[in-house]
């Protein structure tokens, strides 16, 4: 149990996938202008990468390995992930519209998120088993959702401040997000 605590923490703290990893920045970027998008858009990414790293898992172990195929693991893994991700969004279509409509295209994005594919990746390379796998997906996950919520808190509060013309847009959002990977990278010496 232990061992399951420290790969989950150390997967949202200290080895975060957005701030150390730099991995899945397009919806960090994008999607974090407002809290409550944010949030759904991390619940999204927290049930996508969860579900990958589970279904994954068990190809990898049960069907990928017998055959001898595990060459193969890049294009199977893309697969999975582009078959959860129009499973969520078809949910989300039917039962959360208003979520829906305010992700837009980046829910379509998680598919191409790299962070989903780095996940079970690295769970492969790391020669996690199902368990080991599951709560390194969720702690990546909640890493990923404890970012995007903490950028579009700080976009909201600084929306309304006097921001120099250059650094406006773009460039205080890159600033920020630089500043908070320095922060994170405070957690190093946590694991």
Do not use: H, W
């Not at 990893?21 to 990414?45: D, I, N, Y």
């Not at 172990?61 to 060459?71: E, V, W």
């Not at 808190?153 to 630089?178: A, C, M």
């Amino acid at each position: 149990m232990k061992e399951i605590l420290l790969i989950i923490i150390g997967s949202a703290l200290v080895n975060n996938v957005v701030l150390s990893q730099f991995l899945g920045l397009c919806p960090f970027l994008g999607v974090s202008k407002k809290t409550e998008t944010s949030a759904g858009m991390g619940a999204a990414v927290l049930f996508v990468i969860t579900l990958a790293c589970i279904a994954t898992s068990l190809i990898y172990t049960y069907i990928m390995i017998p055959l001898n195929i595990s060459y193969l693991q890049t294009i199977v893994f893309i697969l999975v992930i582009a078959a959860l991700v129009q499973f969520v969004e078809m949910f989300l279509k039917k039962n959360m519209v208003s979520l829906y409509e305010s992700l837009g295209v980046y829910l379509p994005l998680i598919t191409t998120n790299c962070a989903v594919l780095g996940t079970a990746l690295t769970n492969v390379q790391k020669e996690y088993t199902f368990l080991q796998s599951v709560a390194n997906g969720v702690g990546i996950s909640v890493g990923f959702l404890i970012a995007i919520v903490m950028l579009a808190g700080v976009r909201e509060k600084i929306e309304g401040n006097d921001i120099p013309y250059s650094f406006q847009g773009t460039p205080i959002v890159l600033i920020t997000s630089g500043l908070m990977a320095i922060a994170f990278f405070g957690f190093s010496g946590l694991i």
